[in-house]
């Protein structure tokens, strides 16, 4: 299948600082992106839909100030987790996926956050 | 609202017993269903996928799924469970729009 590239894989920072999450579609062109949160032992939480050369649409209840979406091409989306505090450590997910709906999705391997 | 909803949260099993895990949608529309698996610290991956046609879809590793409509649901079989399919799994939707919606997940584990 296509592979999905997330950096970092995981990351310590410090409160009130920001912190950048790369995804990457290595061996396809991906039109949407998404980006999802995992608590610990919880399912993936939709955070925010990404298209390239578009605004995020963000989910009910995501900070869009706070976490800030950037698709500005078809392999590379990133999100920005800005002035981070403690309730924002988490594991973060990207998937891509190619052209339409009807595709399935692929994942990256996930970004473990920690905010101290 | 949307929502892709799975009954077991977590299930015990012993090695070659049958597996069947719930997952129902909410919405009666067109809908493109997917389970997908995550081994302890690996990525998801995707086990099988529903678009259309046949109602019943293999997967890998002898997985398999039923789309019921009159149901809304897309239960996640498997005949004999082996010590290796100890994992998470997600049922996810994509419903109308280009959102995948997860389910809470099920944490299976199969002791030998």
């Known amino acids: 299948g296509a592979v999905v590239s997330q950096h970092p894989s995981w990351v310590i920072c410090k409160s009130g600082t920001s912190v950048k999450i790369e995804c990457r579609s290595l061996d396809f062109q991906a039109t949407t992106m998404f980006w999802y949160r995992q608590f610990p032992k919880q399912s993936l939480m939709l955070m925010a839909t990404s298209n390239e050369g578009s605004k995020a649409t963000y989910e009910q209840g995501v900070e869009k100030d706070k976490f800030l979406i950037n698709h500005a091409s078809l392999t590379l989306s990133t999100l920005t987790v800005t002035s981070a505090h403690p309730e924002d450590s988490s594991f973060y997910i990207c998937s891509a996926r190619v052209m339409s709906a009807a595709t399935e999705a692929f994942f990256g391997q996930g970004t473990r956050l920690t905010v101290v | 609202a949307q929502s892709v909803s799975q009954h077991n949260h977590h299930v015990i099993l012993s090695e070659a017993a049958s597996l069947e895990l719930g997952c129902n949608y909410s919405?009666?529309?067109?809908?493109?269903l997917f389970w997908y698996v995550q081994y302890p610290g690996q990525h998801l991956q995707l086990l099988l996928k529903?678009?259309?046609?046949?109602?019943l879809v293999k997967g890998i590793k002898g997985f398999e799924a039923e789309f019921i409509k009159s149901k809304f649901s897309f239960n996640l079989r498997k005949p004999s469970v082996q010590w290796s399919d100890t994992a998470e799994y997600f049922c996810a939707c994509v419903i109308n729009t280009d959102k995948l919606i997860f389910g809470t997940g099920t944490r299976l584990q199969v002791f030998p």
């Open positions: 529903y678009f259309s046609g046949d109602p």
């Open positions: 919405y009666g529309g067109t809908v493109n």
